[in-house]
Structure formats: C-alpha cells, structure tokens
C-alpha cells in the first residue's frame, strides 16, 4: 500500500510542474517573440517479482512477467519555436522574423545573446538596441539627421538624409541560427543563450543559409495558443485529481488493515 501512495504523490508532483509551465505560457501570451514550453514526462524504477520469459516451476517459458512501476517524473520542459502570428506596429524600426533565426544583442557583460523579438529603438547615441538598451550585432548607428528609416527583408538598413532621394545604408542586420534551438537557455526578457545542447551559433544574412527574413513594421507575437493552454490544464487538473484519489484509497486500504483485530 505504501508504495502506491509514493507512487501516486509522484504523479502530483510531476502534475503540479505541467500547470506550472502551462501557466507560464499564459502569462506571456502576449510577449513578443515569446515560444511556448510543453513537458514531457516519463516512468521511473520498476520493480520485478519475475522477468518475462523466465523459466516456469515446469520449465516453460513465461509469456509475461510481473513488473509494478513506481510513478512518473517529468523527462523534459521542451520549449517549442513554432512560427508565432504577426502584428503591425506602425514603428520602422521594428521587425519581425519570418522563418528561423535570432537577433544577436550584446550584453553589458560583452556576452551574446539572442532574441525573437523585434521591437527594436534608438538610444542616445543613435544605435538600434532592444527595450532594455541591449545594442544589436552587428552595431548599427542611425545618423540624428535621418528623417526615414527602411529596413530590407535581407536585413540592410537604409536610412533617408535630409535633400538625399535615396536611402544611403549604414549597415545590416544579421540572424543567427542553431542546429538545436530547444536546447537555447531561456534567461528572461526574452532573451537566449546558447548551451552545448544548442550548438554554435551559425550567423548570416536574412535569407541566406535557410534563415528567415525579415518584415519591417511588424513583430512577432507569443506562439502560444490560449485555447490549447485551457484544455492542457484541464487535463493535467483531472490527473492531479485521479493521482490524490488514489492516494485517498491507499490510505483507505491502510486504515483497514489497521483496525484489523484478532
């Protein structure tokens, strides 16, 4: 009985960690850039009283053994870069990304990270950065007399000086893609880094290399789809519910064994 109890508490807690992703998900529904996580979950230990195919008393072979699992744990948070909706902005400076890749930022600390959203600004100094001042790889300066930004699909950067027809370039914007990007570490803000499990980043113009383009006007919004999000959480409610109704009964079955008398 007891290992029932243990069993089932695992599975409340691996149910407790699914709403826990599910809710995070909601909360950034509308965070651009945002890509939605899903757990998976998988068995543990199993414990065997015979293996299948042993030899019988008889010496026949078993068909089948008698192995009881002990639960489930969760296996992975996997987080899942599926193409999210496009909002117009009305901004020039903000872009989205059709397809795949990541806007390279540079950190205060010199390190790298990337990002899926465009929502990009001008600080001080003239230089394209995200909402919290992070300057973009490569750096780009728009000159303070530009009356007109433009932003190619391929990532060049044209910007319109005063009595000048044509757009002169001041640089282009670079994505970087990864052979893996499940395995990116999320480290807010909607920022990313790469990890061992992401590989190299693998850098290049928009368009080239099997890396999207990009859409000036627009950003791209959180992939998460609400509805979806509402029927995961009724699911994993109801396991949560079965898991503590199992650990109900084996404390029933307990009780009963408990008040046997001789």
Not at 179 to 199: E, M
């Amino acid at each position: 009985m007891l290992r029932a109890l243990w069993t089932a508490a695992s599975g409340m807690t691996a149910q407790q960690l699914n709403v826990d992703v599910i809710a995070n998900n909601l909360a950034n529904v509308n965070t651009a850039g945002f890509k939605r996580s899903r757990v998976d979950f998988q068995d543990v230990l199993y414990q065997t009283a015979r293996v299948p195919g042993s030899a019988s008393a008889r010496g026949s072979q078993l068909p089948t053994g008698i192995q009881v699992g002990l639960g489930t744990r969760p296996g992975a948070v996997y987080k899942l870069f599926s193409q999210g909706t496009f909002q117009a902005t009305g901004n020039n400076l903000d872009v989205a990304i059709e397809g795949d890749g990541f806007i390279q930022v540079v950190l205060p600390d010199g390190s790298t990270a990337y990002t899926r959203d465009g929502g990009l600004k001008l600080d001080t100094q003239g230089r394209i950065v995200t909402s919290d001042g992070n300057a973009i790889e490569p750096e780009i300066t728009v000159p303070p007399e530009a009356t007109e930004v433009s932003i190619g699909a391929d990532g060049r950067v044209g910007v319109t000086l005063p009595g000048q027809i044509q757009p002169q370039n001041v640089g282009q914007i670079q994505l970087a893609s990864f052979v893996n990007p499940a395995g990116l570490s999320s480290i807010g803000r909607n920022l990313f880094q790469a990890t061992a499990s992401s590989g190299d980043p693998q850098t290049g113009a928009p368009g080239e290399r099997n890396l999207g383009r990009l859409v000036q006007g627009y950003v791209e919004q959180s992939n998460v789809d609400v509805v979806q999000e509402m029927v995961q959480m009724i699911v994993a409610m109801r396991a949560y519910e079965v898991n503590s109704k199992a650990i109900q009964t084996s404390d029933e079955m307990l009780q009963v064994a408990n008040n046997v008398r001789r």
